[in-house]
Every structure is written in structure tokens, then in C-alpha cells.
T-cell receptor, first 113, second 114 residues
Framework: DAKTTQPNSMESNEEEPVHLPCNHS???????IHWYRQLPSQGPEYVIH???SNVNNRMASLAIAEDRKSSTLILHRATLRDAAVYYCILRSYSGAGSYQLTFGKGTKLSVIP | NAGVTQTPKFQVLKTGQSMTLQCAQD?????MYWYRQDPGMGLRLIYY???????DKGEVPNGYNVSRLNKREFSLRLESAAPSQTSVYFC?????????????FGPGTRLTVL
């Protein structure tokens, strides 16, 4: 399975933008790039995903490099509620309509008031 | 909609005891998953079920069995619990879709095996 590399931790000041990087140099042409986050003592929650083009939703933006070997999750204005572990995941196909997610250790984002 | 629900929330077992973790989803999803998360680590896939009536092993299936009871419910059984199975267990479900498939997670079951 293709793997991702993320920094262990990052800090951001409240109300400032945050750029969370992810490297995935062995990504295949059919792998989607997914981001999930896990708030303390909760299950992971979906943030955003993309294939080739940049994507925006109400939670965040995803910028994907032209060669697809890296991506960046952008939180436009960090709030205290955004403090979480962020996982960058390449979604691989398992067959029969099911898709496995392989979680690494993620990036722990701390937001400073 | 409740989403994905898991019972129990907490459980303490003695080595050798058995138990079943229950998971249910009300989103009419085809696929369901069981993960475990050890302290400071990411989630690891134990078993998954692509559709009702099918189950497959994930990364760490040893010591576990699963049952896809119907489309809504997917249970995880520990036949003889070991301290190495102390972990937080998450159930997830996903709809069928090539490009939009995302997984929805339950709140987790915190299991301690003494």
C-alpha cells in the first residue's frame, strides 16, 4: 500500500490559517487522497478528499500538487475546536465495493488561544 | 439519524474471558469496518464487511471474529481476551461509491483486559 508522511505535530494561533502537509510519493493513479481528523476521545471524522484537483468544502480546502506526490490541508481560520490529530490517507480499493483506509500516526494540531 | 452506534462504551475483562462488541448503523451503508487504536497510534483495521453476508480480514485479525448479522449490524467477538487486546475499538460504515466513499465512525469502545 502507498504510504503517507506527515509531521508529528504542529501549532497554530487561533484565527490564523493552518497548512498541514502530507507527502505521498508512491501514490498510484487511482488512489484518492482523504483527510480525517480525530478530536480527543472521539472517533475519526471525515474532513475532505480529492483526486487531482484542489477541493473546497465548509470545513477546509485541499491543495494537491500537480504530480500528486504531496498535498496540503488548509484550515482557513483555526479555532480551538480544530485541535485534533489530522490523518492524511490514501484510499485503496479492497474489491467488492469496499475501500480500506490505512491510518498512520497523523499530525497533532495544537491551537493556541 | 444516530449514525454509527457502539455498545458498550467501556468494558473491563479478565484474561481468558470472552465478549462481543456491538455496532449498528442507520445510514443504509453496505460496508462496515472494525478498527482498533492503541495509545498514541493510528487506527488499524481488524475486519471489514463489504456487504451483507461477506467478511474479510484486515491488518490485525488474529484473536477476533466478526459477524455481519444484517445490513445494519456488525459485531466483533473476542473469544479469549488477552492483555494485548487492551485498546479502543472503533466501528465504521461507508456507502457504496467509487469517488465519494467516506467512512463514518462510531464513538468507540474502550476495552481493558487485565
Amino acid at each position: 500500500d502507498a504510504k503517507t508522511t506527515q509531521p508529528n505535530s504542529m501549532e497554530s494561533n487561533e484565527e490564523e490559517p493552518v497548512h498541514l502537509p502530507c507527502n505521498h510519493s508512491t501514490i498510484s493513479g487511482t488512489d484518492y487522497i482523504h483527510w480525517y481528523r480525530q478530536l480527543p476521545s472521539q472517533g475519526p471524522e471525515y474532513v475532505i478528499h480529492g483526486l487531482t484537483s484542489n477541493v473546497n468544502n465548509r470545513m477546509a480546502s485541499l491543495a494537491i500538487a500537480e504530480d500528486r506526490k504531496s498535498s496540503t490541508l488548509i484550515l482557513h481560520r483555526a479555532t480551538l475546536r480544530d485541535a485534533a490529530v489530522y490523518y492524511c490517507i490514501l484510499r485503496s480499493y479492497s474489491g467488492a465495493g469496499s475501500y480500506q483506509l490505512t491510518f498512520g500516526k497523523g499530525t497533532k494540531l495544537s491551537v493556541i488561544p | 439519524n444516530a449514525g454509527v452506534t457502539q455498545t458498550p462504551k467501556f468494558q473491563v475483562l479478565k484474561t481468558g474471558q470472552s465478549m462481543t462488541l456491538q455496532c449498528a448503523q442507520d445510514m443504509n451503508h453496505n460496508s462496515m469496518y472494525w478498527y482498533r487504536q492503541d495509545p498514541g497510534m493510528g487506527l488499524r483495521l481488524i475486519y471489514y464487511s463489504a456487504s451483507e453476508g461477506t467478511t474479510d480480514k484486515g491488518e490485525v485479525p488474529n484473536g477476533y471474529n466478526v459477524s455481519r448479522l444484517n445490513k445494519r449490524e456488525f459485531s466483533l467477538r473476542l473469544e479469549s481476551a488477552a492483555p494485548s487486546q487492551t485498546s479502543v475499538y472503533f466501528c465504521a460504515s461507508s456507502g457504496r461509491g467509487v469517488s465519494t466513499d467516506t467512512q463514518y465512525f462510531g464513538p468507540g469502545t474502550r476495552l481493558t483486559v487485565l
